[in-house]
């Protein structure tokens, strides 16, 4: 989804630097499947798969785990959700996609 948000930012011609990726890989790197956390505090958190599902989804489990501890968490919802980006020169015009995501509870 970034990538269509920074195809419309050259389409406009804007001069504005796409936000920095925090792609996070996986303990053990995989171009196929790697994760992006979103959200984290002391309750839990949001982590987005990019890539394999099966790969990216092992690695969110291994960031859950270290975020919370072992067998400390709790995933209450998984899906694919939609997401958005307005194009700065128009407000108005949004670009929509989807992402897979992971909102999960720390077990305190």
């Not at 099966?54 to 995933?75: E, L, P, Q, V, Y």
Request: charged share 20%; with cysteine.
């Amino acid at each position: 989804m970034r990538s269509l948000g920074f195809a419309l930012l050259l389409a406009c011609g804007s001069a504005h630097k796409p936000p920095p990726d925090n792609t996070a890989p996986s303990a053990e790197p995989s171009p196929a499947g790697t994760i992006r956390v979103l959200v984290q505090n002391d309750d839990g958190g949001v982590i987005t798969l990019v890539g394999d599902r099966g790969a990216a989804m092992d690695a969110a489990n291994r960031a859950m785990a270290k975020h919370c501890g072992d067998n400390r968490f709790t995933i209450f919802a998984e899906g694919e959700e939609a997401v958005g980006a307005a194009n700065p020169n128009n407000p108005q015009q949004i670009a929509v996609g989807t992402e897979w995501r992971v909102h999960y509870n720390c077990v305190r």
